[in-house]
T-cell receptor
Framework: KAGVTQTPRYLIKTRGQQVTLSCSPISGHRSVSWYQQTPGQGLQFLFEYFSETQRNKGNFPGRFSGRQFSNSRSEMNVSTLELGDSALYLC????????????FGPGTRLTVT | SQQGEEDPQALSIQEGENATMNCSYKTSINNLQWYRQNSGRGLVHLILIRSNEREKHSGRLRVTLDTSKKSSSLLITASRAADTASYFC??????????????FGQGTRLTINP
């Protein structure tokens, strides 16, 4: 089976812009979670989607949003980018929802200038 | 705040030696997982241990869990250069409306010297 894919792998944006990141889960996986990883804060949970519905949301401002499509593919959007949004954004999929074994993609490295 | 805290933050050993990393957490858990991350890449799931298990093995990996002390350890035996990576423990935390999520620690950076 193909692994979790994320596009793009690298992205440079300017403060104030918005960005959309994409994640394709492993075939058959219905749950997709997003994480932000920074040197200072470590890995932080953004949100989880299951069956096209957001099931869980971390402690992030409303500028961070996401959605999931009927084929389980997911996108996350960050509006009005801030310098502090520079991070590695990781997507993970799993067979079912909840804190179980997750399969991570390679991540999208976002740099905000 | 992080649910899991790894110790040490960094560990450097010679190839062939054993590496031990520890994880402490704060609240009751249903399961604890360990993940590996090679520099700047995605995480790879290593092992999941349930709260009613005390020890689990997978190849050169041995994980122990002590729920009374709220701690876990990951032992990598006969280390190899390819084991150089960051290792994270992750615990489940009950979130709003009973939903659960994974909470990761800050990780242990392991370096295997040839």
């Amino acid at each position: 089976k193909a692994g979790v894919t994320q596009t793009p792998r690298y992205l440079i944006k300017t403060r104030g812009q918005q960005v959309t990141l994409s994640c394709s889960p492993i075939s058959g996986h219905r749950s997709v979670s997003w994480y932000q990883q920074t040197p200072g804060q470590g890995l932080q949970f953004l949100f989880e989607y299951f069956s096209e519905t957001q099931r869980n949301k971390g402690n992030f401002p409303g500028r961070f949003s996401g959605r999931q499509f009927s084929n389980s593919r997911s996108e996350m959007n960050v509006s009005t980018l801030e310098l502090g949004d520079s991070a590695l954004y990781l997507c993970a999929s799993s067979l079912t929802r909840g804190p179980y074994e997750q399969y991570f993609g390679p991540g999208t490295r976002l740099t905000v200038t | 705040s992080q649910q899991g805290e790894e110790d040490p933050q960094a560990l450097s050993i010679q190839e062939g030696e054993n590496a031990t990393m520890n994880c402490s957490y704060k609240t009751s858990i249903n399961n604890l997982q360990w993940y590996r991350q090679n520099s700047g890449r995605g995480l790879v799931h290593l092992i999941l241990i349930r709260s009613n298990e005390r020890e689990k093995h997978s190849g050169r990996l041995r994980v122990t869990l002590d729920t009374s002390k709220k701690s876990s350890s990951l032992l990598i035996t006969a280390s190899r250069a390819a084991d150089t990576a960051s290792y994270f423990c992750a615990t489940d935390a009950t979130y709003i409306q009973g939903a659960q999520k994974l909470v990761f620690g800050q990780g242990t950076r392991l370096t295997i010297n040839p």
